[in-house]
């Protein structure tokens, strides 16, 4: 039996806008393209299979030897595609990213770690998560230390005027609030 579970889904589009010139004065938009993307995994019978489908049409990411699982998606304006998730070594996850199908490994299978958000910015790619349930964040595949000493998640992360911005969740000694960094910095 195969189970898919779908975790995201961006859609991008060229979208249109004309005012009619008519008596009626009824605004129309006629959408030029759309393209969905969706990030998960489907079961192969035994092991969990990173994918993700454009447009319905799926594209495998693992070879399904290990359990694997997409978990983000981003997409350049060069139409690159870069998948963030995760792959098992039969001890730990190991935090990856796929650029156009072909796998980087970021953490080396050592620790638990997980990826929630991918993001592209003037070539540098983002992939933040936690490693040990601490918040964290990579780029280029090289770690940017925890973010908090407290058990934590980044769930999102954001490049915006050379800013970074991650935001997640942290726990405060009874329950887990939000919270977000700026620049690895700590939120006030």
């Known amino acids: 039996m195969r ?42 019978g035994t092991k969990d299979v990173a994918q993700y489908w ?14 694997s699982r997409a978990t983000s998606l981003f997409i350049t304006d060069n139409n690159d595609v870069f998948v963030g998730g995760i792959e ?22 050592t620790t638990a770690a997980a990826v929630n958000s991918i993001y592209v910015d003037n070539n540098d790619v983002y992939v933040a998560g936690h490693e040990n349930w601490f918040a964290k964040y990579w780029v280029n595949g090289k770690p940017v230390g925890s973010l908090t000493d407290y058990k934590s998640t980044v769930n999102d992360i954001v490049i915006f005027a050379g800013n970074v911005y991650a935001a997640g969740n942290e726990y405060n000694g009874s329950k887990q609030v939000a919270k977000y960094w700026k620049n690895s910095g700590p939120s006030r």
């Open 54 to 67: 454009k447009n319905g049409t799926p594209v495998v990411l693992s070879d399904g030897t290990y359990d």
């Open 88 to 109: 098992d070594n039969g001890t730990y996850y190991i935090v990856k990213y796929w650029e156009n199908g072909n796998p980087t490994l970021v953490t080396n299978g």
């Open 3 to 44: 189970t898919t579970i779908l975790l995201g889904v961006i859609i991008a589009g060229l979208f249109s806008c004309s005012k009619s010139d008519d008596d009626s004065g009824k605004h129309t938009e006629s959408v030029k393209e759309v393209e969905v993307h969706v990030v998960g995994y489907e079961t192969n």
